[in-house]
């Protein structure tokens, strides 16, 4: 079920992707500048998913989550790479 305040988050962002009830295969977590850079691999999708926060978190490897993201590239070495970034995420 999807909340109020997210359904008009979604309206609001055309960009804007939301699943439920995600599987996350993969959570890393690295200090990048005063940032800590998270990155999620889930389960069937080719295609990470990152976001950054101050502080690290509890290892989401194993849950199942919901995910509100946009699709972006990011260059790594000259290549460009797609990602999902993460706008807000919640334990399912």
Same mark, same amino acid.
């Given at each position: ?5 997210? =359904?008009?988050?979604? @309206? @609001?962002?055309?960009? &804007? %992707?939301?699943?439920? =009830?995600?599987? %996350?295969?993969?959570? !890393?977590?690295? /200090? ?7 990155? &999620?691999? *889930? /389960?069937?999708? /080719? !295609?990470?998913? @990152? ?8 290892? &989401?490897?194993? *849950?199942?989550?919901? &995910? !509100?993201?946009?699709? =972006?590239?990011?260059?790594? *070495?000259?290549?460009?790479?797609? %990602? ?9």
């Amino acid at each position: 079920m999807v909340s109020k305040k997210l =359904d008009k988050m979604l @309206k @609001k962002h055309d960009k &804007l %992707i939301h699943s439920q =009830d995600m599987k %996350i295969m993969s959570h !890393t977590q690295r /200090e990048k500048e005063e940032w800590v850079q998270h990155t &999620l691999m *889930a /389960e069937g999708c /080719e !295609t990470p998913f @990152k976001f950054r926060r101050t502080q690290q978190y509890k290892s &989401l490897t194993g *849950a199942r989550v919901n &995910l !509100t993201y946009y699709s =972006d590239v990011e260059q790594v *070495a000259g290549f460009d790479i797609d %990602i999902f970034k993460i706008v807000r995420i919640k334990r399912s």
